[in-house]
């Protein structure tokens, strides 16, 4: 795969043909090239870059579809560009965009294999270029919620499709054939009569010409024609990133860049009031030292104090040196060990309620068995390998940045207000983000750098410390589950209730809850039980919090997944048996919604997991198997842990079999590392980590009280796929949930401890 990047080339004027009269003459950006074309008002444009110092396409869609040539070079030939997703050139050569953000999740690579499965090209030789940030090009340009692939999945297959079908009637039309009588076959047209051919450099310039068909129009190929997707295909950056070859944001490097560093107040919403400024800028290396006010908005600038320096350890040296007065008077004063002590309290009370179905209270009179429990989880940092980073160079009156961002779109107009620029004099560059899971959906690191530049007179790269980065995360919210479950005599589950204890923002109407911090009915995933109250409490925090990989998931299915095993214990059931009775006959719980339960799917994937993880099957003394499923951002997922638990309470993983159906595995290489990513990140975050404050601050600083899991704890992982019909959807998140109800199910099988506080190493456990 090459990864390549074609120079930009000048653009040549274009005579304004008479159905442009009432357009207008837009400048952008496109495959790296700057590009003009005229856009008529309420019309929507595409427009593509040169290839070879030729040519410039633009694309009007809607109405009637027609392609606008410019001649440049005539040696150089037509490329071929029906959309903003692609470009042929005359000696075929394909440069496919990537247009989501790149995290780790592998979009780089499996989106642009949409578009060349449908063109119908071999993947070698496709050039992949990561685009420039445009929604009216691209759509919607962010990394979340496992949305890049079911977001995209028809649009791109449908920007392939087009490509290919006006390549084949480019060359019935030179053959003087009917388009039934042409088959697109890895970058050529076949005459299906004589098995004359002519490649796609070929027919490039004859394709430049004809009308666009509607991209609703065009056939789409079926899935048993699929060449390229289902298959294990490189990561397009792969080679580049073994190298060290610089892709991220923090790689980046500008002429006459100068290095900054942020400090903002330890408890969150403190005021910088006076700093040692002289000082600091007396230190060898440091340019300048200010206050920046703020706009006191959590998501954009906070007041702190800035530096610039000519390098970042000169920087990062100065801002140990750094005093600062804050004002605290509006600051939080939050703690979590006073929050534990007043959840364990009001977990003894009822709580308010907020859904019903059936009638709890009939259940519990009538119950043969009553099982109760508190579950308690943690805030969790993102932690990042790759600290919050960005660069920002202000000139003439225009802001150009260089953001690893999830959520680039959202830039231009946080800084347009922050700086009062025109959004349109912000020009925002991806780049490739070493790791998210969520923190980069805010982009305040984006809002400092660019209050940083607009001071000063050069580029400015900002890179938070890691204890920053620790110290001033949106963290995944803690919470407190108190369950009260009832059994009739046959071992039946016939009611639950959950007591969630949850936090609201200090300032808010105390109608909703913080980010990431929610519950709802269809969160259970348990439809076959006929009574279930669910009730709320929710305690004012000012904490920032976000959201964190499979956000409300990551630690609701280890509640509910961890509860079922205790209610099949109860009932003396074996839990496969007593988990797939919860889940009753195969059928949607909500018919026609994508995000709605189908217990038809669930069931299977559940079954899959137990048979590849030889369930029943006896284990040796100390040893145990937990078994966990979810469905979460239209994912399903069933796994099971194998442990092995010593008389020292250390948990060895000896194995986890994981099963889950997205549809279709459209990289499998990509699809498995996702997966593995989410066992591993799950049995960390499970072992020991744990955010905790005092005043308002955070207690962890590094990886020294915040353990990432190390590479001898990581254990054997297997990946079993369901192929269904379904289309396909995201990677990033789905897997991840189940991991730990597997786990801590799987410790209570070895040696009879029910784990109910997060991280294990509360309860004496080490991984």
């Known amino acids: 795969m090459k990864t390549d990047f074609y120079d930009s080339a000048p653009i040549p004027d274009i005579d304004l043909p008479a159905q442009f009269a009432n357009s207008e ?51 150089s030939g037509k490329p071929f560009s029906p959309n903003a997703f692609l470009r042929i050139g005359v000696d075929g050569s394909v440069v496919i965009a990537a247009k989501n953000p790149e995290v780790g999740q592998g979009v780089k690579t499996s989106l642009p294999m949409i578009v060349a499965e449908e063109l119908e090209v071999p993947w070698e030789s496709v050039t992949v270029e990561q685009s420039t940030i445009d929604k009216e090009l691209f759509g919607p340009q962010f990394a979340g919620g496992s949305q890049s692939t079911p977001q995209n999945w028809t649009r791109l297959r449908q920007a392939g499709a087009v490509g290919r ?49 509607a991209a609703k129009a065009v056939t789409l190929k079926s899935r048993s024609e699929y060449k390229l997707l289902g298959k294990w295909i490189t990561g397009v950056d792969n080679r580049a990133l073994v190298t060290g070859r610089p892709l991220f944001g923090i790689d980046t490097r500008l002429p006459g860049m100068l290095y900054a560093v942020y400090a903002k107040c330890p408890s969150f919403g403190g005021v910088a009031k006076s700093a040692n400024l002289e000082e600091i800028r007396g230190m060898p290396g440091v340019v300048d030292a200010f206050i920046l006010e703020g706009n006191g908005d959590e998501l954009a600038l906070l007041s702190g104090v800035a530096i610039v320096a000519k390098s970042t350890h000169q920087a990062f040296q100065a801002q140990k040196a750094l005093q600062v007065e804050w004002d605290r008077s ?24 907020d859904s019903e179905v059936g009638d709890f209270e009939s259940a519990l009179a009538s119950a043969g068995k009553v099982v109760e429990s508190y579950y308690t989880y943690p805030f969790l940092s993102h932690a990042n390998l790759e600290p919050q980073n960005c660069a920002a160079w202000f000139r003439n009156g225009k802001m150009e940045i260089w953001a690893p961002s999830q959520m680039p779109q959202r830039i231009s107009g946080m800084i347009a207000g922050l700086l009062g620029i025109e959004e349109s004099a912000i020009t925002i560059h991806q780049k490739r983000i070493g790791g998210g899971f969520g923190r980069r959906l805010m982009n305040d690191y984006v809002a400092e750098v660019c209050a940083i530049a607009h001071r000063v007179d050069a580029p400015i790269q900002l890179t938070w410390t890691r204890e920053a980065d620790m110290a001033h995360d949106f963290y995944r919210v803690g919470g407190f589950h108190s369950l009260k479950g009832t059994l009739d005599e046959a071992g039946k589950w016939t009611g639950l209730l959950d007591h969630f204890i949850t936090f609201k923002p200090q300032d808010g109407d ?64 074996d839990h496969l048996e007593f988990l797939l009775e919860q889940l009753g006959e195969r059928r949607w719980l909500e018919e026609g919604k994508k995000n709605s339960l189908n217990t038809g799917r669930a069931i299977d994937v559940i079954k899959l997991a137990a048979k590849k993880s030889d369930w029943g099957r006896g284990l040796p003394e100390g040893r145990g198997r937990g078994l966990a499923f979810y469905f979460s951002h239209f994912g399903y997922f069933a796994e099971v842990a194998e442990v092995t638990v010593d008389a020292d309470k250390r948990v060895t993983v000896d194995r986890v079999v994981v099963a889950g159906d997205v549809g279709m595995v459209l990289n499998k290489s990509g699809g498995e590392n996702q997966v593995e990513g989410s066992v591993i990140d799950g049995l960390s975050a499970l072992a020991g980590q744990e955010i905790s404050f005092a005043d308002g601050a955070v207690r962890e600083s590094n990886f020294d009280d915040y353990p990432l899991l190390r590479m001898p704890s990581q254990p054997p992982i297997e990946v079993h796929w369901l192929e269904t019909d379904y289309d396909p959807t995201g990677l990033g998140e789905p897997a991840f949930p189940p991991l730990a109800a597997a786990v801590t199910n799987a410790i209570f099988d070895a040696c009879g401890h029910r784990i109910r506080t997060m991280p294990i190493s509360k309860e004496g456990f080490t991984v």
């Open 510 to 573: 105390g109608s909703k809850p913080l980010r990431g911090g929610n519950l709802a009915g269809r969160h259970v995933q348990l439809p076959e039980i006929p009574n279930n109250r669910i009730e709320k409490t929710m305690l004012p925090m000012q904490v920032p919090t976000g959201w964190w990989r499979a956000p409300g998931s990551c630690s609701l299915a280890w509640v509910f997944q961890g509860f079922v095993h205790e209610m099949a214990v109860a009932a003396g059931r």
């Open 165 to 213: 079908t006006m390549l084949v009637s480019a060359a019935a039309k030179a053959w003087g054939i009917d388009v039934d009588q042409c088959r697109a076959e890895q970058g050529f047209v076949i005459n299906v009569e004589n098995g004359e051919r002519l490649s796609y450099g070929e027919l490039a310039s004859a394709a430049a010409e004809l009308p666009i068909p």
């Open 25 to 75: 003459r837009r400048s952008g950006t496109l495959f790296g090239n700057e590009v003009e074309a005229f856009m008529p008002r309420r019309q929507f444009l595409k427009m593509s870059g040169i290839a070879g110092g030729g040519l410039v396409l633009a694309f009007v869609l809607g109405g009637e579809s027609r392609a606008l040539a410019a001649e440049g070079d005539e040696a």
């Open 330 to 353: 509006g600051a939080s004063s939050d703690s979590w060990e006073a929050v534990k002590a007043q959840a364990g309290s009001l977990a003894k009370e009822p709580g308010e309620l």
